[in-house]
C-alpha cells in the first residue's frame, strides 16, 4: 500500500523540519504533505492534516493583515492584477444632489444547501474543514446561520450583496482562489475554481479583483490566496444566493455551485474541473432559510 511509504517519508522529513525549520517554505511543506499530487477528488483531507501537523514545527510568525493598499509594482511582483485606476487630474468637482439611497434589505437564516431539483439535502455547515473551506452537513444542530445585505434589487435579484456570519476573525462571506489554480481567472477551458469561506475586514469592493487578505484558507493553511467578498447576487423570491467572480481583466464570470464530496466549490467550467478531479461532482443551489 502506498500509505505507510507516505507515513515514513512524512515521519524523517518532520524529523528533518524540526532542526532545520528556517529552512522550509509552505511550497516544501505543501509538497510533503500530498497536496502538490493531484487525486481524483480536488480535497485531500489527510493531506491538510500531515500539513498541518508540519506547520506546527515551523517558527511561530506574528499575524500580519495589510495596513495599505498595494502599488501595482508590488501587485505586478505577487502576479496580482493592477489597482483600478484613479482620476488624478486635481479639480474639485461638485457632485449632483442625489436622493439618499434606500435603506439596505436585510435578511437572516440558515444556509440551506438544495440539488438541482430544489430538494433540500442538508445546510452549510457551522464547523469549516480542516483546509477552512465550507462543507455541506445534514446535522440539524450544526447549521451556518447567513445575514445577506443588499439594496432594494429591481427586478427580484440583487446584485453586490454582503453576507455575514457569526465568525469574529472572518465575519464575511467570500470566495477564495483554489489551491492548485494557475492564475486569478475561473471561466470556460480553466479548471480553476474556487473555495467558499471566512474572509476578514474590511472585505474586497464590489467589481474589483481579488486582494490576498486574511481569509479562513489561509488561516488553516498558510497558502496565501486571493478573495473576493460582494460578489452576491440574491434572488429575493428563493433566498438563493449566487456568485460572480471578476477576472483580472474585468470579466465578470458567473461562479455556480457545486459539491464534491461534501466540500463545498464554486466553478466557472465544471467540465474542466473535472477533466482534473474526475470523482462526480453535483450541481446545488445555496439558499437563506428564512424563518
Known sequence: MRIQPLFTTTFLFSTFLTSYAALFTIQDL????GLTTPGPSEYNEEGYKILNKLRKMLPTKTKSRPQMRMTNAERLRKKLPLNPPVRRDGSRRVAPRQASPLPPVVTEGGAGVFDENGDLIGYVSASLSPSGQMVMTTDENDVLSFVTAYQPPVAGVSDFARITMANPDFPIVGAIQGRDNSDASIGPGSPNYLYVG?????????????????????????IDRLVQTDIWQVQTATGMVMARWVNPDGSIVNANAYMQGNNIYLLGDPDAFQAVYPDPIEPISIRVLQV
Open 198 to 222: 471566512g474572509v476578514e475586514l474590511p472585505g474586497t469592493v464590489p467589481e474589483s479583483p481579488g486582494e490576498e487578505i486574511g481569509n479562513t484558507y489561509t488561516d488553516a493553511t498558510g
Open 30 to 33: 505543501m509538497k510533503h504533505s
